[in-house]
Nanobody, 125 residues
Framework: QVQLVESGGGLVQAGGSLRLSCAASGRIFSNYAMGWFRQAPGKEREFVAALNWSGGSTRLADSVKGRFTISRDNAKNTVYLQMNTLKPEDTAVYYC??????????????????WGQGTQVTVSS
């Protein structure tokens, strides 16, 4: 089992920045690919970013490329999502996920075995 706890969400004005953190505990964190997904009210959960076990391979949704960065610190069992130039359409609950996921499938939510409870990000215009 892997337990995931997100933090860092909040209310920010458009153009601002937030950094989300996801702290993992349980099984060996460094074995897993990590992902961030988000879900806005009335919408399906969508892929935001993912990276492999070492952090050497990352993947970003087109909607966040150039604005968001994903990284991990295996010594701290933590994955980060740096979000810059935030837009109102980024408003959603952001979820951290973990799993033994091949890079090709990291954008697919059902590939991940473990999920956090989510953290709310609200961007005002």
């Amino acid at each position: 089992q892997v337990q995931l706890v997100e933090s860092g969400g909040g209310l920010v004005q458009a153009g601002g920045s937030l950094r989300l953190s996801c702290a993992a505990s349980g099984r060996i964190f460094s074995n897993y690919a990590m992902g961030w997904f988000r879900q806005a009210p009335g919408k399906e959960r969508e892929f935001v970013a993912a990276l492999n076990w070492s952090g050497g391979s990352t993947r970003l949704a087109d909607s966040v490329k150039g604005r968001f960065t994903i990284s991990r610190d295996n010594a701290k069992n933590t994955v980060y999502l740096q979000m810059n130039t935030l837009k109102p359409e980024d408003t959603a609950v952001y979820y951290c996920s973990a799993g033994s996921v091949l890079s090709y499938f990291q954008h697919i939510a059902r590939q991940y075995a473990y999920w956090g409870q989510g953290t709310q990000v609200t961007v005002s215009s």
